[in-house]
Antibody, heavy 123, light 112 residues
């Protein structure tokens, strides 16, 4: 059974880089046809797609965050990670990792999701 | 401001039917991209509810159905139950700005 688990600091200072890791079990992140991605949800607000990485390493980012986001993989640990630079209070959110199991990102839906982790940006 | 527009809230009594709309444009739903729906129960992770416009994952009751037409999509829930009280989100893909995944702003369903 495919499962995802986010991990990382729960508190980040303004202007610093927010870094999270998603550990995958039940499948290899090198599996073809999978997009490994991140979604966030500010407290009391809706969902926002941050970006997704294809199994071969190609990345797709939300245009509104593209200049600050990097998604990368560590195949040796079966993990993928998120880095969001120059964090501000508006980046405070629950961050989810989630998978799209389709050959095309445009066709895909997110399933399953990790349980999410709250990251607060504050001094 | 979300690319996909949903009503902030809907409500219905137990047993009734409710619908939640998801309105897009010619660069997303109207361009033929599929619409998917998620249910987020209070304090929990979003869960896939419908995919590919009309399909239910295994385990989702057939009280839930969805459709798509033109630049809009809708989710229908019949035989409303108290356990359906949750936030619902639509998701699609937008071809502008080199393409990106988009969510609706979410709809809070209250069971009266």
């Amino acid at each position: 059974q495919l499962q995802l688990q986010e991990s990382g600091p729960g508190l980040v200072k303004p202007s610093e880089t927010l870094s999270l890791t998603c550990t995958v079990s039940g499948a290899s992140i090198s599996s073809s046809g999978y997009y490994w991605g991140w979604i966030r949800q500010p407290p009391g607000k809706g969902l926002e797609w941050i970006g997704s990485m294809y199994y071969s390493g190609g990345t797709h980012y939300n245009p509104s965050l593209k200049s600050r986001v990097t998604i990368s993989e560590d195949t040796s640990k079966n993990q993928f990670s998120l880095k969001l630079s120059s964090a501000t209070a508006t980046d405070t959110a629950v961050y989810y990792c989630a998978i799209i199991k389709r050959w095309l990102l445009a066709e895909g839906w997110f399933d399953p999701w990790g349980q999410g982790t709250l990251v607060t940006v504050s001094s | 401001q979300s690319v996909l527009t949903q009503p902030p809230s809907v409500s219905g009594a137990p047993g009734q039917r409710v619908t939640i709309s998801c309105t897009g444009s010619s660069s997303n739903i109207g361009a033929g991209f599929d619409v998917h729906w998620y249910q987020q129960l209070p304090g929990t992770t979003p869960k896939l509810l419908m995919y590919g416009n009309i399909n239910r994952p295994s385990g989702v009751p057939d009280r839930f159905s969805a459709s798509k037409s033109g630049t809009s999509a809708s989710l229908a829930i019949t035989g409303l139950q108290a356990e359906d009280e949750a936030d619902y989100y639509c998701q699609s893909y937008d071809s502008s700005l080199s393409g990106y995944v988009v969510f609706g702003g979410g709809t809070k369903l209250t069971v009266l």
